[in-house]
């Protein structure tokens, strides 16, 4: 079985500042992970992707995300906050070979001047 | 332009009435999916196709029926609609680097949602 788990449901930054959001993950299994993101009365849009090659991933952006085995997390960052970050972020696992998505919950950016 | 595409965007329905929602997708695709997007539940699968005439429960599956008729169309339906599946609806596809399952380095491509209100 796997599962995701999205630790804070709501974060706020000032534009200019680090994010960060923060995913836990299970499986029984070799994940792969992504991170989605959702702006206003959009679709999800690909962020990052860890597929077992590098464990620091780079995304589009100026987002990346580390994958951390020993932790079982993948945690999202970005140095500096843009107003046009603020959406909900999606993390999500999958078994390696398998298509079918787990997703967290979400985590609402907010994003201030 | 690669794209998926969803319709209608938004429906307003009463409970019982019978109702489709489209999904099509120009990327020649084999995977195909459903999702419903709930406040606080993230996205939960409903059903998948892994190809044209091959589909399978998700999580959610009770409720809802899906076809794959042809590898660009996956239609959910909605047999009697009732007000606990009011929800947001995505679907997506991907293409599978190999083999009849889909890999999990393939990327999902997204519709842009239908907005579903039961009463």
């Known amino acids: 079985a796997q599962s995701v788990t999205q630790l804070d449901s709501h974060v706020s930054v000032s534009e200019g500042t680090p994010v960060l959001l923060r995913c836990n993950y299970s499986s029984s299994y070799s994940p792969s992970l992504f991170w989605y993101v959702q702006h206003p009365n959009k679709g999800l849009q690909l962020l990052l992707k860890y597929t077992s090659a590098a464990t620091l991933v780079k995304g589009i952006n100026g987002f990346e995300a580390e994958f951390k085995k020993s932790e079982t997390s993948f945690h999202l960052t970005k140095p500096s906050a843009h107003m046009s970050d603020a959406a909900e972020y999606f993390c999500v696992v999958t078994l390696r070979g398998w298509g079918k998505l787990q997703f967290g919950a979400g985590t609402q950016v907010v994003v201030t001047p | 332009e690669a794209q998926v595409t969803q319709n209608p965007r938004y429906l307003i329905t009463v409970t019982g009435k019978k109702l489709t929602v489209t999904c099509s997708q120009n990327?020649?695709?084999?995977?195909m999916s459903w999702y419903r997007q709930d406040p606080g539940l993230g996205l939960r699968q409903i059903y998948y196709?892994?190809?044209?005439?091959?589909?399978d429960k998700g999580d959610v599956p009770e409720g809802y029926k899906v076809s794959r008729k042809e590898k660009r169309n996956f239609p959910l339906i909605l047999e009697s609609p009732s007000p606990n599946q009011t929800s947001l609806y995505f679907c997506?596809?991907?293409?599978?680097?190999?083999?009849?399952?889909?890999?999990?380095?393939?990327?999902?491509?997204f519709g842009p949602g239908t907005r579903l209100t039961v009463l």
């Open positions: 196709s892994m190809n044209v005439e091959v589909t």
């Open positions: 990327m020649n695709h084999e995977y």
């Open positions: 997506a596809s991907s293409f599978p680097l190999g083999g009849l399952a889909p890999t999990s380095t393939d990327t999902q491509y």
